[in-house]
């Protein structure tokens, strides 16, 4: 069974790897299928990944132009628009916000992240310890709110005693 991935992860991926260089769809689904570090953490079928470019272009993310350079097929080329660029800046610098995104949201902003200066990967970094940190505060007072359980419950059989 595949897992399922976040809608808005996939989004991210695509902005953060056009960021890095205009591109074609095609070339995008080679790179996503590809690379280790992304074809282990996320799944793409190509025609997902048509859909979501139509999406991100739709909301003005990315453009798209026709490369002349090839004769046939003619392909598009998909270019980060500016406020592509914002979004995808905000996202990466944004923590997780709950514990379910760590492994798709946080580790595709690692994986972006690798090419970033020390200063900027150790920001993050901080702002997700930092919330994880939150999470583990809550998770403590929710379980200290909460009387421990029994340890012998009277209903079961007891087990033991000579004979």
């Not at 799944?43 to 997902?48: L, W």
């Not at 709950?98 to 200066?117: A, C, Q, V, W």
Request: aromatic share 8%; net charge neutral; hydrophobic share 30%.
């Amino acid at each position: 069974m595949t897992r399922q991935q976040d809608p808005l992860t996939m989004d991210f991926l695509l902005l953060g790897i056009i960021d890095r260089q205009p591109t074609h769809a095609y070339d995008l689904y080679k790179q996503l299928t590809s690379t280790e570090e992304l074809k282990t953490l996320w799944t793409f079928r190509q025609s997902r990944l048509y859909a979501v470019l139509d999406k991100i272009e739709r909301n003005g993310l990315i453009s798209t132009s026709i490369d002349h350079e090839d004769a046939l097929p003619m392909r598009k080329i998909c270019t980060l628009t500016p406020k592509g660029k914002e979004i995808f800046e905000e996202w990466l610098h944004t923590p997780a916000a709950h514990m379910n995104e760590i492994r798709s949201d946080f580790l595709g902003k690692l994986y972006f992240l690798k090419d970033r200066p020390k200063e900027e990967r150790r920001q993050v970094l901080e702002m997700q310890k930092h919330r994880c940190e939150n999470w583990l505060g809550s998770i403590e007072k929710k379980l200290s709110e909460h009387p421990e359980p029994s340890v012998r419950n009277s209903s079961a059989p007891h087990c033991g005693g000579s004979i």
